[in-house]
């Protein structure tokens, strides 16, 4: 009986070389993705590339009372800055399914420089200088406005005789930034106040305790008074902290016991604003530019070529979350001035930006669609939120083959409500349907495996579909994800040799694949930068079974050594499926 060498010892016993490494088989990219990528029912995300090169990603929202904007912080903190992409990902079970950075902040205090409005609490006072993005309820019109601090604090003769003078707050949690003034510290700057050698502080015990809503006179009781600062934030109390000189005036009018009056005013908001947050300038006002504004920015700020990010609304409703990428990532950048015709040209009757340059970030879910190599952490942020059953994307495809590459997925089925949720698999036609998950949900998720060789599916198009009925009465929401199973092409292997030194060098690279059903077959040899190298097969028509192709790696008279890709791609009824792996060939040997 004849003996069968493998390839590996046989190339050993040559006293060739083998490949130095070989990497992890994955998956090719779908051949034609999708122009829009679904990130909920009514929100898409885009990439978009324009004749100059300029790459810009665009979410787009459609006016939905289940969809929302809103301000958030990323640290849970106005003093601290984290990841956008921690920010959306904490918020998840909330409904968060994408996030934008926010306004611009200080790299010393990391505080936001303008105002932060979040669900009707004040948490950070306005920029004077520079407008505010006014976020409705959904389905209403973003806007933006100039706002002003006019906080106000007065102590109470509770007889009515004595008459006190009315003082004047200038901040809103945040660190000190003048010798002498006084900063109102509320249970959202944290735990505790910051600690400082000349401060004094009061505690007041509102009598009615909740957030510190703009515009609404609270009263009521000093129940402590310190110095030195890092005094305790608990629920109902906030702290008013008297910097330098302002200081001992404070703790004598405000003794132990003295009954105080308090309205945190914010000068041209709108009755019934809950969310408000800065950033600027705004780009686009009755769907034309805005026009390049007089104060508040510096020029370097308006005219750098950067990467921009920015919140804009048509004028049917649809929110749009854009942001262009930079130098950074090899795209010209944008100005102001070009940053408001693109969302103009975007379809935008309203834009304001956000924190531009290193700040410019985008995410879809937890992942972040901006090539940073460290995205800068982040003060604030603008996240979009919707309220009904969501399906994490399944892979383009399915291989249940066994070559453990895409044989299942497991996908999260979520809802920020709580409800009764079902999870089903079907054909594209709708039949037959098979239940892959039941159970109660929300806020919260769930895990839900999609094995086809356990459901003992054929190849051909699926469609999962998840459905919520929520316990609140509010309907039922659904989403929807295609998905092919198609195990036509598996087992992708990639050996090479090399023999011989000097200009005799000869090599030798095989590529080995599994054929459920006969497929027309591509096999190329790429760089690490995916130029074509070689092509061993080009839709050349394969049987069923084991199959092999080799290629002697040369490149006219050159072995070729170093990182390559392999990539295979097999045309079927089905459609195109490819794998990939990179693999690194051995230079010839030198000459003793």
């Keep these: 009986m004849r003996r069968v060498v493998p390839l590996a010892l046989a190339a050993l016993a040559a006293g060739a070389a083998p490949a130095l490494a070989q990497g992890p088989v994955t998956a090719l990219p779908p051949p034609r993705p999708p122009a829009i990528v679904e990130v909920a029912p009514g929100i898409g995300y885009q990439r978009q ?4 090169g300029q790459v810009v990603h665009v979410v787009r929202a459609a006016p939905s009372p289940r969809i929302g904007l809103s301000p958030a912080l990323a640290a849970g903190t106005p003093v601290q800055r984290g990841p956008l992409t921690g920010a959306v990902a904490s918020r998840l079970d909330q409904g968060a399914v994408a996030g934008m950075n926010g306004d611009f902040f200080s790299y010393d205090t990391h505080s936001p420089s303008g105002v ?23 389905t209403g019109p973003i806007a933006s406005a100039a706002l002003v601090l006019q906080g106000r604090f007065q102590a109470i003769d509770p007889t009515g005789v004595r008459r006190f003078a009315i003082r004047a707050f200038s901040g809103i949690n945040r660190p000190a930034l003048r010798g002498s003034e006084t900063i109102l510290y509320t249970p959202a700057f944290g735990a505790a106040t910051p600690r400082a050698g000349s401060v004094y502080e009061v505690a007041v015990r509102l009598d009615q305790p909740g957030p510190l809503t703009p515009n609404l006179p609270r009263t009521g009781t000093v129940v402590a008074a310190d110095s030195g600062g890092g005094m305790p934030l608990t629920g109902g109390n906030v702290v008013l902290a008297g910097i330098g000189s302002a200081g001992p005036a404070l703790v004598s009018e405000f003794p132990v016991g003295q009954q105080v009056a308090l309205t945190p005013g914010l000068l041209g908001l709108p009755p019934g604003a809950l969310n408000a947050i800065g950033g600027g300038p705004a780009l686009v006002s009755g769907g034309g530019p805005a026009g390049r504004p007089s104060i508040g920015y510096t020029s370097s ?32 950048g944008l100005t102001v001035a070009e940053q408001a015709s693109l969302m103009a040209s975007l379809g935008s009757s309203t834009a304001f930006a956000m924190d531009a340059g290193g700040s410019a970030q985008l995410a879809i879910g937890a992942q972040p669609v901006i090539p940073w190599t460290a995205p800068r952490s982040l003060s604030d942020v603008v996240l979009l939120s919707y309220q009904g059953v969501t399906l994490t994307p399944l892979p383009f495809r399915l291989s249940a083959n066994g070559d453990h590459v895409d044989d299942s997925a497991t996908e999260v089925v979520r809802s920020p409500t709580p409800g009764a949720a079902t999870v089903t698999i079907a054909r594209r036609t709708g039949r037959p349907t098979k239940r892959l998950w039941q159970g109660p949900l929300g806020p919260g998720a769930a895990k839900v495996n999609v094995d086809p060789k356990r459901l003992r599916l054929a190849d051909g198009v699926y469609v999962v579909v998840a459905r919520l009925t929520s316990d609140d009465g509010s309907g039922e929401t659904e989403q929807r994800r295609r998905v092919i199973f198609d195990r036509t092409l598996g087992a992708l292997t990639a050996s090479s040799t090399t023999a011989g030194a000097g200009r005799r060098a000869r090599g030798r690279l095989a590529v080995g694949f599994r054929l459920l059903r006969p497929a027309r077959v591509t096999v190329q040899v790429l760089s690490s930068s995916g130029s074509s190298i070689a092509t061993l097969a080009r839709n050349r028509a394969f049987r069923q079974g084991r199959q092999r192709v080799t290629w002697n790696r040369k490149r006219g008279r050159a072995l070729v050594s170093g990182g390559v890709q392999v990539t295979v791609e097999a045309h079927s009824r089905f459609g195109t499926t490819g794998l990939q792996r990179s693999v690194t060939l051995a230079p010839p040997k030198r000459r003793p």
């Design 49 to 52: 590339v324009q004749g100059n």
């Design 116 to 138: 932060l409005l979040m669900n009707g609490d004040l948490v950070h006072e306005p920029e004077a200088s520079r407008p505010a993005l006014l976020i409705p309820p959904p």
């Design 301 to 332: 700020q308006l005219d750098a070529r950067t990467s921009r990010s920015a919140v804009g609304q048509t004028a049917q409703g649809t929110l749009m979350l854009v942001t262009a990428e930079g130098p950074s990532q090899g795209s010209p």
